[in-house]
């Protein structure tokens, strides 16, 4: 099974007011910091590796382009020295379009970076400035050039809809601006509310501002389809890629294969195995400078739940569930054990048996989080 890795580096221009992602201003000073305690991380990481070299690596944050393009070349080394990367692995960097250069593009296709995710959001000025991101539309189109000028043939664009007064047409316009740039990914997200954020204070689904539930399943419903005809498949509930272009990272999570995890905040799985680093900066430093690993919680999941797990992310993808490895995982028939919600979830129109896979309808993928709810 492929092994990944996850690292997080969790320091942002500032804090957007509807992330509920674990991010911090930037300070120079506290991310040097944290770039030289990653290799001490390494080293404790490796020997659960038991050998295997990684098939995808993914930089996620906060804002990972914002690092020097030579800090992070020197960290894809130090992971290519601890754990060793596969011929053709598969290396994303998560970036502001704000935060990139032809020249620190070029570096970092260089190093080995071959996959590049831009936070986009929208092709809006107001919309971007109502978001509290630090680019334009413009910045984005010209990253978008300059990557692919530096060699980078694997590019995702992020899209928020359902914002603050925005309607069908406005979200039509950014999905025809992002598909102008021709990515090679897309990510399609609604906006989500948590509580903790300042947007989830301010907002209330389905209340002015905010477009209402038909206005939203309006733009999904157009989203798609346009998608669809512009050659970007629907892989998952919120992912669309051309031929060969979706995801490994995210593919491999999915299927419930094994991902370590590097800095504050980064969750891994292993054999079963879940567990969390401490998102706070200064803690996950203080527990490396100890010699130990920097563990919020871990936790051993039950064969059931394992399996539980691999269906509810199976159920969010166009591939589905993998009953054959159900069975290899658990030593029993998931067919048996999860006989009345199988029926069930048929009943619905969710999903179908195909052979050995339970492949959800596109109805059952935007019902993915009630149809996974039979299996509980």
């Not at 393009?69 to 754990?83: H, I, Q, S, V």
């Not at 970076?113 to 971007?128: D, H, I, K, V």
């Not at 539309?137 to 300059?146: D, K, S, Y």
């Not at 992020?158 to 950014?174: E, T, V």
Request: proline fraction near 6%; charged fraction near 25%; hydrophobic fraction near 40%.
């Amino acid at each position: 099974m492929e092994l990944g890795l996850y690292v997080h580096l969790p320091y942002c221009p500032s804090r957007c007011p509807y992330c509920d992602f674990w991010a911090l201003p930037y300070q120079a000073g506290r991310a040097r910091r944290l770039l030289r305690a990653l290799p001490r991380h390494l080293e404790l990481l490796a020997p659960r590796a038991g050998g295997r070299r990684l098939a995808t690596v993914y930089l996620g944050g906060g804002t990972p382009s914002m690092w020097p393009a030579g800090a992070l070349a020197r960290l894809l080394e130090e992971l290519d020295r601890g754990l060793g990367l596969l011929p053709g692995a598969e290396v994303t960097l998560e970036a502001n379009p704000g935060t990139l250069s032809a020249a620190k593009l070029k570096a970092l296709r260089a190093a080995g970076f071959n996959r590049l995710s831009l936070g986009a959001q929208s092709f809006s000025a107001q919309t971007l400035a109502l978001l509290g991101r630090r680019h334009g539309p413009e910045q984005t189109r010209r990253a978008v050039a300059q990557a692919r000028a530096a060699g980078f043939h694997n590019l995702n664009l992020d899209l928020i809809y359902g914002l603050p007064h925005q309607d069908r047409d406005q979200a039509a316009a950014d999905l025809q601006a992002a598909l102008d740039l021709e990515p090679d990914h897309l990510s399609l997200y609604e906006l989500t509310l948590n509580p903790a954020t300042t947007w989830g204070r301010r907002y209330q689904k389905g209340k002015p501002p905010l477009p209402g539930e038909e206005e939203i399943l309006a733009m999904e419903g157009e989203a798609r389809a346009r998608l669809k005809e512009a050659g970007l498949e629907r892989y998952e509930v919120s992912n669309f890629a051309r031929p060969g272009r979706a995801c490994r990272h995210n593919q491999a999570t999915w299927r419930g294969a094994d991902y370590l995890a590097l800095g504050p905040g980064a969750h891994g799985h292993l054999a079963g195995r879940r567990w969390a680093n401490h998102p706070d900066p200064e803690q996950y430093l203080a527990h490396l400078a100890r010699g130990e690993e920097p563990l919020a919680f871990c936790e051993k999941l039950s064969l059931r739940d394992q399996a539980r797990e691999r269906i509810m992310l199976g159920l969010r993808t166009r591939e589905g569930v993998d009953l054959a490895g159900l069975a290899a995982l658990l030593g029993d028939d998931p067919r048996r054990l999860w006989a009345r919600a199988l029926e069930q979830i048929q009943e619905q129109g969710w999903a179908r048996l195909k052979e050995n896979r339970l492949v959800p309808t596109a109805q059952g993928l935007d019902m993915a989080d009630s149809a996974a709810g039979l299996f509980f």
